[in-house]
């Protein structure tokens, strides 16, 4: 029996021999607590030769700078070349829908942003932290370098502010009609709304729209380096260190995490709830708490006593020695009537759902944890020495894996389930428990009507495959054929 290594993720370094560039971060990642101010110059990280790679938000498509022998770089599009010739080429970024691609080029040392085949102008430098599409797919903005001050570039056309010392945190609303970004001046940050600054503080945190787009919140630090919440413009009470607050999902709710003094509490809609020593996830994920998806319980895990609990709807659970841990953190059921989480006790892990615990197992896949939409089916990957399995509503499956990855789903009617599997080195897709063609790389499988699609990599090439739903008959299973679509060869190694 192969021995077998704890999976953090499904190979996200895909195609590995198409090094991402890190390009400028003149938009500023604006902390939580006081940084280091750094100059204009100080940000940026100017791109050097390794070509770009992007994909787009359901993994079915991908781009990627293909050098040619002339020492021009062009971009490549799922497997088609645009002829166009570029110096370098920076990030690229798919919009929300994949249909629109868009990324920074240089052309004899200026920087351009091209979206859909199209040059936008010629800065200095371009931020990649601060290209960003709406949610619609239908608008953009980025952030670009003109001298020593930084401009918005919305919809094509520079914002008629003035430049500023550093731009970051670039939102639209969800209802695509807002855009918001975080500006600095000298060493004082504030947050811009359509083009209007609010108040100017040492510091500001990350702005949210609320998800019916009439609220704004963000995190801010004063000059006497206290912390609050800015809701539509207006401060709320100050403490010692606050986190980026959230939105229930009917927008009628907010809460963040506030510290006092060594004790750790909720906010939620300005009444203070009970004080805990940590309310975290764990050593991987930021802090994190979340309103249900269709309603408004609020879930988050907390730790007192050097034991960790998991408070719903102000309730506490049991407690444990770790939640979340590799198995991942707090979900919800789609419904808003169920939540589960990773538990720990001694050596062993376990998932705990509604508050009973289930079968005690030597590991929990991170990131497989998950509810059915309709709520009422559960999957979770799980591990018992050297074996790797599916426990489906329930049941742990018969077959068992070198690994399981991330990225289990159901469909959206909730009657199939899919991840990704590793044996022998090779990834395959499993569909309603039945195992699909290996290749050398998967990206996440994407449902269709007639069953999943997804990219994968095979002897260096770039293939598209559609897995149909498998047939279910007495006995053995008909053999599931696969349609492959050959995209392109892709890059040899950068060297």
């Given at each position: ?14 195609f ?26 100080e940000?940026r990280?100017?791109?050097t030769?390794p ?10 498509h991908?781009?990627?700078?293909q ?13 088609k ?5 570029y110096?370098?080429?920076?990030f ?11 990324f ?9 942003m091209?979206?859909d ?9 371009i931020?990649?932290?601060?290209i960003?599409f ?15 001050k ?24 969800p ?14 940050q504030?947050v ?9 503080y040492?510091l ?8 019916d787009?009439?609220h ?12 609050c919440?800015?809701?539509d ?21 907010i ?5 006092k ?9 300005g ?6 020593e940590?309310i ?12 249900g998806p269709?309603d ?26 770790a ?12 419904d808003g ?12 892990w ?5 508050d ?10 991170m990131g497989t ?18 074996k ?8 742990a499956?018969?077959e ?6 991330q ?12 991840f ?18 290996a ?5 996440k ?10 990219l ?13 739903y ?5 006995g ?8 492959e679509?050959k ?9």
């Open positions: 029996m192969k021995k077998r290594k704890w999976l953090y993720t499904i190979s996200l370094t895909v590995s021999t198409l090094c991402l560039a890190v390009l400028v971060t003149g938009c500023k990642k604006v902390a939580k607590s006081a940084d280091k101010q750094t100059s204009p110059e940000q990280v100017k791109l030769n070509p770009g790679f992007g994909r787009s938000q359901d993994e079915l991908i781009a990627w700078a050098l040619k022998e002339n020492g021009k770089v062009v971009v490549v599009t799922d497997g070349v645009d002829s166009t010739e110096d370098a080429i920076g690229i970024l798919f919009s929300p829908d994949g249909k629109r691609v868009a920074t080029a240089e052309v004899d040392s200026k920087w351009f091209v979206v085949g199209k040059a936008v102008l010629d800065f200095d430098d931020s990649r932290s601060c960003t709406s949610p619609d797919s239908k608008r953009f903005a980025f952030g670009a370098l003109q001298g020593n930084w401009f918005v570039v919305l919809d094509g056309k520079a914002m008629p502010e003035a430049g500023h010392d550093f731009v970051g945190y670039f939102a639209f609303s209802d695509n009609k807002h855009f918001v970004y975080a500006a600095g001046k000298g060493n004082k504030s811009v709304l359509d083009g209007k600054a609010g108040q100017y040492n500001t945190g990350e702005p949210v729209f609320s998800p787009s009439k704004l919140a963000y995190g801010a630090i004063d000059s006497n380096n206290l912390q919440v800015v809701l413009g207006k401060e709320g009470k100050k403490y010692e260190d606050v986190n980026n607050p959230i939105f229930s999902k009917d927008s009628k709710h809460a963040y995490k506030v510290r003094g060594n004790k750790r509490l909720m906010v939620v809609d009444k203070e709830g009970p004080e805990y940590i975290t996830a764990n050593q991987i994920f930021s802090d994190v708490f979340l309103f269709n408004n319980r609020l879930a988050y895990m907390a730790g007192k006593d050097q034991k960790m609990v998991v408070v719903v709807d102000g309730k506490e659970g049991p407690e444990y020695e939640i979340g841990g590799m198995g991942g953190s707090i979900v919800l059921s789609p009537k169920s939540f589960a989480y990773v538990a720990n006790i001694g050596e062993k376990f998932v705990v759902k509604n009973k615990e289930g079968p005690e197992y030597d590991g929990i896949v944890t998950i509810f059915s939409p309709d709520g009422k089916r559960f999957l979770y990957g799980a591990r018992e020495e050297n790797w399995f599916i426990v489906l509503d329930g049941n499956g018969a068992e894996y070198d690994e399981i990855g990225g289990a789903q159901f469909s959206p009617d909730s009657k199939h389930f899919t990704t599997a590793h044996e022998d080195d090779k990834w395959f897709v499993v569909l309603d428990g039945k195992a699909g063609p290749y050398d790389r998967i990206f499988p994407a449902f269709t009507d007639n069953g999943i699609e997804y994968a990599e095979s002897d260096s090439y770039l293939l598209r495959c559609r897995q149909p498998p047939e279910i008959s007495e053995e299973t008909a053999e599931i054929k696969i349609v679509e995209i392109s060869k892709l890059p040899e190694p950068t060297k």
